[in-house]
């Protein structure tokens, strides 16, 4: 398709990249970086062309992060929003974090309470888009710039010495239900008009 030139476009746009969707036994690591090239080529899991970047011609100023999860079993919210540290990086530059995954809710998704999980609620935060996190200020991502998402897994310590540790990444792992963590970068993408 013919580029116009000296003519830019702005869209709103929503990158999204996936640490799981599916069921049964998983093997994720204890670091994942999101948008990078793991997932290309599979829309059902992100929407990245590039490995870590846009193409050529495209710029992003990135307003908001969400984190959307889901699971069969309402324990899992529980190892979940606390066992996953999340770091926005652009450029190798924390943008934002190191921060628990609930402190970027989703604004979306099913919403009600778990009866086997003694009233939690089922989402990650209000199915609203009041409830996201919204940046205090734009984070631009240039053309050919490297971003991404780091998600990092931390166990939950015995502080006794008698109780068990939890490890929420062998708790995921381990669990044969469905299970889905999409990470979503909200913002405007402006590129060439075609």
């Known amino acids: 398709m013919a580029q116009l030139p000296n003519f830019r476009e702005q869209i709103h746009e929503e990158k999204y ?3 799981i969707r599916g069921v ?4 994720i690591g204890t670091k994942t970086t999101l948008f990078s090239s793991q997932n290309i080529g599979r829309p059902h899991l992100t929407n990245m062309q590039e490995g870590g970047r846009l193409s050529n011609e495209e ?3 990135v307003l908001s992060i969400r984190f959307y999860v889901q699971f069969a079993t309402g ?3 529980r190892y979940i929003e606390d ?3 999340w770091t926005f990086k652009v450029a190798n530059k924390n943008m934002m974090g190191p921060l628990p995954l609930y402190v970027a809710p989703c604004g979306g998704g099913m919403y009600g309470n778990d009866v086997n999980a003694q009233g939690h609620v089922i989402t990650n935060g ?3 888009w009041s409830g996201i996190l919204k940046f205090g200020k734009p984070v631009e991502v ?3 710039q490297h971003f991404g998402v780091d998600i990092e ?14 490890s929420p990444r062998a708790q995921l792992n381990a669990d044969v239900n469905l299970k889905i963590v999409q990470c979503f970068l909200g913002g405007v993408l402006e590129r060439q008009v075609q």
């Open 153 to 166: 897994f931390y166990d939950f310590d015995s502080l006794d010495g008698n109780a068990a540790a939890i």
């Open 83 to 85: 066992g996953i540290v």
């Open 24 to 27: 049964g036994v998983s093997t």
């Open 59 to 61: 710029n992003f100023l």
């Open 126 to 128: 209000t199915p609203d």
């Open 142 to 144: 240039e053309k050919n």
């Open 75 to 77: 324990i899992m919210y």
């Open 17 to 19: 990249d996936t640490l």
